[in-house]
């Protein structure tokens, strides 16, 4: 199986920056192909962005231009990079594996106007 840990999260004012991370742990197979989910208050969890197992990256409309998912290998650790971000990308963001569906605890963004 895996396990997933989020880190990054916190408050920043609209237009500001933050790098989330998830450190991926586990059987391969399950930690190859990573997604990053959003939760807001009140709304049901929505993709965010994806790195298959073959590293090709897709991204939600909303954030395509504003948000940039890597992956460093040797570190077990995909980065998601948020920019110039938006009171509407505040949420819990979760990170998942796509192929074991296992999903880490979540790491809050708040931002504020």
């Known amino acids: 199986q895996a396990q997933l840990t989020e880190s990054g999260g916190g408050s920043v004012q609209a237009g500001g920056s933050l790098r989330l991370s998830c450190a991926v742990a586990g059987h391969t197979f399950c930690t190859s192909y990573i997604a990053w989910y959003r939760q807001a208050p009140d709304k049901e969890r929505e993709f965010v962005a994806r790195i298959t197992s073959e590293g090709n990256i897709g991204y939600e409309d909303s954030v395509e231009g504003r948000f940039t998912l890597s992956r460093d290998n040797a570190k077990g650790t995909v980065y998601l990079q948020m920019n110039n971000l938006l009171p509407e990308d505040t949420a819990m963001y979760y990170c998942?594996?796509?192929?074991?569906?296992?999903w880490g605890q979540g790491t809050q963004v708040t931002v504020s106007s």
């Open positions: 998942k594996t796509v192929q074991c569906a296992v």
